[in-house]
């Protein structure tokens, strides 16, 4: 059973930071590609970055909201994907959630994780 | 920047059956942008319920389908259950670093 569990979300001031971490369960983790979706309270789903596999050069893309203080990695070896989120605003509150990325039959995210919830606040 | 436009609410009775489009500010959306549509109930991760226009996850219900109408991508509801009360999304592919999702259609089952 594939499962995503996102951990390390919390109450942070403006300005501070925090680090998300996503385990996966499953499935061969090094196969796929891994993102972040954030969801506002009571808005929509915006996609935050995502990394390639290995076989890919573990390369990262992000949102231009987010680009330049957050970076996504992966552990492989843990079968662990990370957001470490930096400068951090209020407009960042949200849950974040981690979800995989397949490029089988067509492209797709088909597994979501339950989400953590970040909390920008003074 | 580009925007993705979806029915902010529909209302539809339970067994029958309702249209959620997708729309794109860049033109028409073809199955090149690969579209995926997902289902949130209140408190709940999303769920992938369509992929690459039309394609189904082995968990999909059958009255759930996918298509391209009049320039948008399109999730038909066939046969509404009161279960399918929920918000739907859309996700666009636009290459590269553009992954946008729509507003969101909240479906109202009444």
């Known amino acids: 059973e594939v499962q995503l569990v996102e951990s390390g979300g919390g109450l942070v001031q403006p300005g501070g930071s925090l680090r998300l971490s996503c385990a996966a369960s499953g499935f061969t983790f090094s196969d796929h590609y891994m993102d972040w979706v954030r969801q506002a309270p009571g808005k929509g789903l915006e996609w935050v970055g995502r990394?390639?596999?290995?076989?890919?050069?573990?390369?990262?893309e992000y949102a231009a909201s987010v680009k330049g203080r957050f970076t996504i990695s992966r552990d492989d070896s843990k079968n662990s994907l990370y957001l470490q989120m930096n400068s951090l605003k209020t407009e960042d509150t949200a849950v974040y959630y981690c979800?995989?990325?397949?490029?089988?039959?067509?492209?797709?995210?088909?597994?979501w994780g339950q989400g953590t919830l970040v909390t920008v606040s003074s | 920047q580009t925007v993705v436009t979806q029915e902010p609410s529909l209302t539809v009775s339970p067994g029958g059956t309702v249209t959620l489009t997708c729309a794109s500010s860049?033109?028409?959306?073809?199955?090149?942008?690969?579209p995926n549509w997902f289902q949130q109930k209140p408190g709940q991760a999303p769920r992938a319920l369509i992929y690459s226009t039309s394609n189904k996850h082995s968990w999909t219900p059958a009255r759930f389908s996918g298509s391209l109408l009049g320039g948008k991508a399109a999730l038909t509801l066939s046969g509404v259950q009161p279960e399918d009360e929920a918000e739907y999304y859309c996700?666009?592919?636009?290459?590269?670093?553009?992954?946008?999702f729509g507003g969101g259609t909240k479906l109202t089952v009444l």
């Open positions: 979800a995989r990325e397949s490029l089988g039959s067509g492209w797709y995210f088909d597994y």
């Open positions: 860049t033109g028409a959306v073809t199955s090149g942008y690969y």
């Open positions: 990394t390639r596999n290995r076989a890919n050069s573990y390369t990262t």
């Open positions: 996700l666009l592919y636009y290459g590269g670093a553009q992954l946008v």
